[in-house]
């Protein structure tokens, strides 16, 4: 005779429970400690993540205080170039402005010395021209004239005077 396909004795019934009970069994010792295990490196893995892309931000803002502290160094090196040059150029100005003037105090000195020059000189001329003049107005009034007495006359005065030239 043929029996029944499935037979449910009493030991697949006994192997049911026994499976039941190590499926139960492994649930509650292993499930929980596997499930913290893997909830804790699944927070690990989300706090590196979240700490590399902390660490890439503050990256990026000191790349971004490094490139302005730059650019702020560059204005003001060349605001320092820009002074200086101006700088250099006033003091170029000033160089010039006073040589200017120091070349017009010595013209101007130099013209007064040729003036006082010119003036003493001309005194001197008008003395001399005095000194003849008084001298020529002795040797007339001490000589009494004709015609011949004031050719002579004349040309000895000539003489006296290219003489003394």
Known sequence: MLGPIVDFGTQSILQLVSLAILIVSLYLLLYKP???YINSREKEIKDGIENAKKAKEERENLKKEYKETLDKAKKESS?????????????????VIEAKEEAKK???????????????????????????????????????FSKDKEEKFIRKIADKLIGKS
Do not use: G, H, Y
């Not at 605001?79 to 160089?95: F, P, W």
């Not at 010395?113 to 005095?130: F, G, L, T, Y």
């Open 106 to 144: 010595i013209t101007e000195d130099a013209k007064a010395a040729i003036q006082r020059e010119k003036e003493a000189a001309i005194r001197d001329v008008r003395k001399e021209v005095a000194n003849l003049s008084v001298n020529m107005a002795e040797v007339i009034l001490n000589e009494e």
């Open 34 to 36: 596997v499930m913290n």
């Open 79 to 95: 605001k320092i170039i820009e002074r200086a040059l101006s700088e250099a150029q006033k003091i170029k100005e000033n160089a």
